[in-house]
């Protein structure tokens, strides 16, 4: 078979934008010569000129509007690297109807209109390829869609924050409050100066989506998950983790219960001997359970332009090498079933609890009642440090259904030696 | 575009085997949901007709003759789970010749003949899938060929043989011998009765060159690996390993050095805080680092019935998509060019070596004076336990060229003080 030509169109210069463009530049020709297919950059748009400059293109190859990419009929992959909802949504949209395929990193749209764009996509036999959304530079949605196609998938974990991430092993490893090492994060470019949509956990929540939808051939909407963020999380509680054998991680939890999937993303106590408690600093990976495959673990960078530019530049690839060989119609692999949700308090887990209360005796008594009364069994209790007439006491539950665990919380809160504002983390099963 | 229809035949129910039936029984509907594809098990065929009868297939389906399948007209893929180099390669060549596409698990065949074979698919336009050859149901040969497409690869190290990280685990969480550790292992089926294959470093040799082959685009005969087994590894290495930061693994180790390919099988000392520290019993891992991804993980089982099943039906579902949208030509990626390569006597990297010495004064002065003497510079030297008037002597090298360090490692051994057979390791750089 002849060496074939693919032209690609870019949309947004941005990070993961200028990575492509370096990348191709430097690798295009081993790329060209492993798939047999020419990657040709066509045209390249942004809305800031200056930015197109510092790219050294042709200046026939950068323009300003995207109309140049969507309607030019000599392209045939557009890489959509905008970000956000609008206009994103509508350039791909614009991008299928003129029979392009779609390559995008784009994680907020394929988590909220994935469905939606992927069934235009369909009907026009053309494929929307998001390697790119979740997990950087790793391998992940190729993946669940075609390595792990002929399991059952149970439960998918990830640590897929890397702001978060890094931050819990700075206040683990420099004994570092959340504030400072928020501050260190963004001092090494591994948070942004608002660092919200990481920190309140939203950012892990729209992975979720999207790697969920595909494990569990689910269709998903956003407000399905249970989402808490880390703000809660002190280093008193990493440090007293640490002691009774656990790392504190933000965790987007998947689960294919009997009663349907719950979805939460929260900080989580994970074991020390589990492979993702090594997952550290600005690091992502995905544990996923299958139930013939047993746990599988894809760990690496989970953002920056070189990593996801490399995914970028492995979808474009698959897409040249369909059209190379002029595979009939799509290959989208995912069907997205109707699903049952079960919400949080609803799922059964395991409760760290760290609170202050006077210290005199009894109140240890008092409140294990409170717990015992509620059917919630304690696993663990220490009582170590005081601070005048105050104790310092961590507990840890059994499993406990969630609504019985906040309910017997309550109650333990009205005792009057117990002071309020507990902090409350939840283990990993 | 209408649900198609792929069929399969079978060679050989072993395990490996039983588990694709097994699986395929299972998960056949919601295999053929997410492909648009039926995957119907045409023919199975093994030499013992009371394997065959166990699978509780239809008659119809079972045969002892591998020609039933080879030459059946409606068999459009092959999976080759006979092992071992012949028959097992004249039988994919014959399916080959017959227009059938081949899956197959076959490590020693794909790492010996594997270039051979993939140039008669390629020549007939047909693919030759191999995901369950290396790591089980890890997804690794995908992503190798996939998703790291667009990136240079200059290292992977890999954990890549379970029985070998069983017995190191053992040897470190129970303090056994090495002998104990391989007892416990075959007991629970880690380890074959003949473990030899592995413990010798062979079976980690031909995964490191199916896997050094795709990631460095090169073509790798065995004989330009060097390998080291783990029978010089005691209890006491593994033990001071970790009291100095390292866990002992058995890596294969394949890299891109500016001289050529440096492609080696030995136990190495690992830091623990890397990744691979964590992976343990009989998991595998490969860890790959390209220049713009950065460093990826690939984590699970490596071996067993139900993970390697897996992989198989995810190849047979990749072959079943590419027959099903009629793809034109095969989609083989992978080029093998002549590769230089660097000898181990080449190669820089550090030492550990324990030995015993006469316990007197002096004796240490003259070991670093011999190693001095040899440009051997040396990081750490720990002289803690004696035995009567013998001395245990452990040291750490600075990086050093293998020649040189062996020329010095002579030299020591020939002092008079100096006992012989000491245990040497390697440090993973």
């Known amino acids: 078979m002849d060496k074939g030509i693919v032209k690609i169109g870019l949309l947004g210069i941005g990070t993961i934008g200028s990575g492509v463009v370096t990348l191709l530049k430097k690798n295009g020709r081993a790329i060209s010569e492993k798939i047999d297919v020419d990657l040709v950059l066509e045209k390249v748009v942004d809305r800031d000129p200056a930015k197109l400059q510092s790219l050294g293109l042709p200046e026939e190859t950068i323009t300003t509007k995207a109309a140049d990419v969507l309607e030019d009929p000599e392209i045939d992959v557009v890489i959509e690297l905008i970000g956000g909802i609008e206009p994103a949504r509508s350039m791909i949209i614009a991008a299928l109807d003129n029979d392009k395929h779609v390559v995008t990193a784009n994680k907020d749209l394929i988590a909220s209109h994935g469905e939606e764009l992927l069934a235009i996509a369909r ?63 963004q001092k090494r470019g591994f948070a942004e100066s608002d660092p919200s949509n990481d920190i309140e956990g939203r950012d892990a929540a729209y992975k979720l989506i999207i790697m969920s939808g595909l494990a569990f051939s689910s269709s998903i909407e956003p407000d399905q ?181 906040q309910k017997a919380l309550e109650k333990v809160m009205a005792l009057p030696a117990i002071k309020p504002n507990p902090s409350m983390i939840r283990l990993l099963g």
């Open 225 to 405: 998950v249970h989402v808490e963020g880390i703000g809660g999380v002190t280093y008193e509680d990493i440090a007293y983790a640490r002691e009774i054998g656990y790392a504190v991680k933000l965790l987007a939890i998947g689960e294919k219960l009997p009663a349907g999937l719950a979805l939460r993303v929260h900080p989580a106590l994970v074991p020390l001997a589990h492979p993702l408690a090594a997952v550290l600093n600005e690091f992502n990976a995905i544990y996923i359970e299958g139930d013939a495959v047993g746990e599988v673990m894809l760990y690496g960078r989970g953002a920056g332009a070189m990593p996801t530019a490399t995914a970028v530049l492995a979808d474009v690839a698959e897409a040249a090498r369909s059209i190379h060989h002029q595979c009939v119609d799509t290959m989208i692999e995912g069907t997205f079933h109707k699903a049952s949700f079960v919400p949080i308090k609803d799922i059964r887990t395991r409760f760290y609890l760290r609170f202050l209360a006077d210290d005199r005796p009894g109140v240890l008594s008092a409140l294990a009642n409170a717990f015992g009364n509620e059917q919630v069994s304690l696993d663990m209790v220490i009582q170590k440090r005081s601070f005048g007439d105050t104790a310092e006491i961590v507990l840890v539950t059994h499993l406990v259904r969630e609504e019985a665990f």
């Open 123 to 185: 009907d026009k036999n053309l494929n929307i390829y998001y390697e790119a959304s979740v997990g950087g530079g790793i391998p992940l949605i190729r993946p669940l869609k075609q390595s792990l196609v002929a399991d059952r998938i149970h439960r998918l974990v990830g640590i897929v924050n890397g702001t978060t991430n890094y931050i819990f092993t700075r206040m683990d490893q420099d004994n570092l409050s959340l504030e400072d090492a928020l501050l260190e994060a």
